[in-house]
């Protein structure tokens, strides 16, 4: 049972934006830094946002992160067919003392 | 450009113990800045933390692994490794090394190897 919760699943048409929630508390997003994650089918989890809303090298900038109290954002702007994977957000949680990632999230291009 | 590559059993009998390994190349696992972990994702399920070494702290591991997660560092041959002990069938997943900073982000992954536990 994580304790960050996202919505199960996201979709839009090419070109249209979506927005994933990522839901907390205060001993996790409130306090520490948030990661976005993208995962293609079959393949290892690529990190998209790291503290809250920094691009790694290769990010595109369609992809943008944001945090406001205990929730986080992850939005897609110009969604592109290449885009369908499962996304996941992480963080700390002091309470835990543990890494903590969200239940994830199907983004679907219709 | 730093890679990770997972290596070990991919069957393992139920209450024996899960061993794999981490090699890295490009890079040392030297680095103070960063941490070595280890997160697995059962079939069809999300990501789990499982535990993460570094040179400058001792390791630390998920709450309800820790009585049975050994991760461990070699350093001079690039390499880290996970032990899992008392396996049973809910251990079968897809095992992922990464490395991460501190609270930053996990921003280096291994391909993953998938881990089955059955008799």
């Known amino acids: 049972q994580s304790v960050l919760t996202q919505p199960p699943s996201v979709s839009a048409a090419p070109g249209q934006k979506v927005t994933i929630s990522c839901s907390g508390s205060n001993s996790n997003i409130e306090t520490y830094y948030v990661s976005w994650y993208q995962q293609l089918p079959g393949t290892a989890p690529k990190l998209l946002i790291y503290?809250?809303?920094m691009r790694p090298s290769g990010s595109p900038d369609r992809f943008s992160g944001s945090k406001s109290g205990t929730s986080a954002t992850l939005v897609i702007t110009g969604l592109q067919a290449g885009d369908e994977a499962d996304y996941y957000c992480g963080t700390w949680d002091g309470s835990l003392s543990a890494h903590v990632f969200g239940t994830g999230t199907k983004v679907t291009v219709l | 450009q730093l890679q990770l590559q997972e290596s070990g059993p991919r069957l393992v009998e139920p209450s024996e113990t899960l061993s794999l390994t981490c090699t890295v190349s490009g890079g040392s696992i030297d680095n103070n800045n960063f941490y070595w972990a280890w997160v697995r994702q059962p079939p069809g399920k999300g990501l789990e933390w499982i535990g993460s070494?570094?040179?400058?702290?001792?390791?630390h591991y998920s709450p309800p692994l820790k009585s049975r997660a050994t991760i461990s560092e070699d350093a001079p041959n690039y390499q880290f490794s996970l032990k899992l002990a008392s396996v049973t069938a809910a251990d079968t997943a897809v095992y992922y090394c990464?490395?991460?900073?501190?609270?930053?982000?996990?921003?280096?992954w291994g391909q993953g190897t998938l881990v089955t536990v059955s008799s």
């Open positions: 070494v570094s040179q400058t702290v001792s390791p």
């Open positions: 503290e809250n809303y």
């Open positions: 990464a490395r991460h900073s501190h609270h930053s982000g996990y921003f280096n």
